[in-house]
């Protein structure tokens, strides 16, 4: 699910119990609201939509999306498995009920009760209850979950059963933030899920969970299909009016990105969001395209770009001097790359917290260097100056070439200054070694990191790919057996949760973890909790851009690039309401509003 990006606002002096909560403001919609503005309530409920995804997932082996071994079937945790609340999508955050029909966060804001909603059931026509809540948070943040989600719920220190219908999270700190993190537990049957013992080996054994759709079949490595449940409890509430209204839907899976395209210009699937302009621009073409069967259409949103870039493994003692890291910044060609590859359709990351009022620019201001003062013996000594510039290749007075230079320049000075120097043709060290790179890739050239790698064999670094599939990939980022590698990080409209599950210090070492740089630093750790224990905008503001200077100046990340439309492919069959949401991915956006007419 898309988290959202908000400013934090100061406790309230009493308890806050409603349908819905906020972390500013007050909920754009009342308790008596019929349904969000960005669905259709009388959509149509028929038809099939059909959905791909290429290798990550065609060898999938489980159903069950929660268990540290094997791959999960796509699909299950958006049709099968419901949380507590949902957030709206056209808020900046707030959470309305789902299984739960009422939201109490208490006014230390240590802990959150939710009640659960009377008609809740799940498929076998069980009534949840509080037990079932808690078991499925016992599960899910204990050791046989995978640690993305026990790292997720390690703010919620217990879950308490009330009566039948109450259950309360109990906080290890003082948050209104960790009341989205208890609201979105996914819930579901005890008799399904087993002992914690034995629920890393639920394979294929039928969900019982309390979502719209149920499987109804599959074949691994080709497709799994979905059917809209006609007994679904929930079709009638206010958060789910107007949603999932497809009686099926199945995701196709293909083996490559060229076979998927070929598929969707012959019509096997209906939706398709595309981020590679190479193709956006010309491959979606055809007799399809021509006749309007399929449509090519921008969708604008206001998601926050989420980090992504290049990542390089600490674990690896090269790359543990953050100037080693700073030097292969200076051989991406940004510029040359996003207009001759990609039609200058993409913006560079700069920050964490890009087109926002939380990233850092210029010199830190008071308050943030009271925030960074006691870790100064810690921290790279630029974080006390201006904020870093990604380097450009678009130099006022410079030719393309003469900044290239400039930058592969900067590149040897910053090797030069951590002890690795061109001599005899290559980059080497003090005992005649020269600095080795393997890239992860799926192809030996690609069309973006071939001039990457053309620049860093420039600085004499010895540079190989190594080609595997995704399903290998995967594995092996699990295990963090990489060198310098690409990675997307989670959006999210709430800052803080999820950059602790990407940078906290304990999960450096942890198989499974989101903390693929192998980052451990205490500055680090300190500055985030400081960040989801603000209390007010101006603590926030202050706490993200003191993290986003320590971040940017170590260069985990090489930061890369985001849009600000959906580049979406769809059939001409399928509607969409009138009204767009605000923060929103385009496949999840059509799973739960579009319809068939």
């Known amino acids: 699910m898309l988290l959202p990006i908000a400013v934090f606002i100061a406790a309230s002096s009493r308890a806050y119990a409603a349908h819905a909560l906020s972390l500013l403001g007050e909920p754009k919609y009342p308790l008596d609201f019929q349904h969000f503005d960005y669905v259709n309530p009388n959509a149509n409920k028929a038809g099939e939509l059909n959905l791909a995804l290429i290798s990550l997932n065609s060898n999938f082996d489980k159903f069950n999306p929660f268990s540290i071994k094997g791959v999960a079937a796509p699909g299950l945790l958006e049709l099968l498995f419901e949380t507590l609340t949902i957030n709206s999508l056209d808020e900046t955050n707030t959470q309305y009920g789902l299984l739960a029909d009422d939201i109490q966060l208490s006014d230390d804001l240590r802990s959150v009760t939710f009640r659960l909603h009377e008609q809740a059931r799940f498929t076998n026509g069980e009534r949840i209850t509080a037990d079932d809540v808690i078991h499925s948070f016992i599960l899910l943040s204990g050791k046989f979950a995978n640690p993305r989600y026990r790292s997720y719920f390690s703010e919620i220190a217990q879950a308490v059963k009330i009566d039948e219908r109450h259950v309360r999270f109990e906080f290890r700190r003082a948050g209104r933030d960790i009341s989205f993190i208890a609201g979105s537990l996914p819930v579901f049957s005890r008799q399904w899920s087993g002992a914690a013992e034995t629920f890393g080996l639920r394979r294929f054994e039928l969900p019982i969970a309390s979502g719209p759709y149920q499987i109804d079949s599959f074949r691994q490595g080709r497709h799994i299909s979905y059917k809209r449940r006609a007994d679904y409890w929930g079709r009638d509430i206010p958060s ?80 543990r001097d953050p100037r080693i890291r700073q030097a292969l910044n200076y051989a991406l060609d940004f510029e040359w790359i996003n207009e001759k590859i990609f039609d200058d359709q993409f913006k560079r990351i700069t920050s964490y917290f890009s087109n926002t009022p939380l990233a850092a620019s210029g010199l830190p201001g008071p308050a943030e260097l009271a925030l960074l003062e006691p870790w100064r013996d810690q921290l790279p000594e630029t974080v006390f100056g201006p904020m870093f510039v990604q380097p450009s290749t678009r130099v006022p007075g410079l030719s393309h070439e003469q900044a290239i230079r400039h930058n592969l320049e900067q590149a040897l000075k910053l090797f030069a200054e951590a002890g690795w120097h061109f001599r005899d043709g290559a980059l080497r060290n003090a005992r005649g070694e020269q600095f080795r790179i393997e890239f992860s890739d799926r192809r030996v050239q690609h069309p973006y990191t071939s001039p990457i790698y053309q620049n860093l064999r420039k600085l004499g670094i010895d540079v190989s790919v190594r080609v595997a599939d995704q399903a290998t990939e995967r594995a092996r980022m699990k295990n963090f057996e990489f060198d310098y590698r690409t990675v997307n990080l989670r959006e999210s409209r709430i800052p803080g949760d999820e950059l602790w599950r990407q940078f906290n210090s304990a999960d450096a070492d942890r198989t499974g973890s989101e903390n693929y740089a192998g980052v451990k630093s205490a500055a680090v750790d300190h500055l985030i909790q400081t960040l989801m224990n603000a209390e007010s905008e101006e603590q926030q503001q202050t706490a993200a851009k003191a993290l986003d200077r320590v971040l940017i100046h170590s260069h985990y990340f090489i930061p890369w690039r985001y849009l600000t439309d959906h580049y979406v492919i769809y059939h001409q069959r399928l509607k969409q309401p009138d009204i767009l949401p605000r923060y929103y991915t385009a496949t999840e956006w059509a799973l739960r509003t579009w319809w068939q007419e």
């Not at 009016?241 to 070929?262: H, L, M, P, R």
């Not at 007799?287 to 921008?298: A, M, W, Y």
């Not at 493994?313 to 090269?318: A, D, S």
């Open 240 to 319: 789910q009016k107007g949603s999932f209204n497809f009686e099926t839907v199945t995701y196709k899976i293909y083996k490559d990105k060229d076979t998927q395209v070929a598929a969707l210009r012959a019509g096997e699937f209906d939706v398709h969001t595309e981020s590679a302009m190479r193709y956006w621009c010309c491959q979606y073409v055809g007799k399809r395209f021509d006749s309007g069967e399929l449509v090519k259409q921008l969708f604008p949103h206001q998601n926050p770009p989420a980090m992504n870039g290049w990542v390089a493994n600490l674990r690896r003692e090269r790359f």
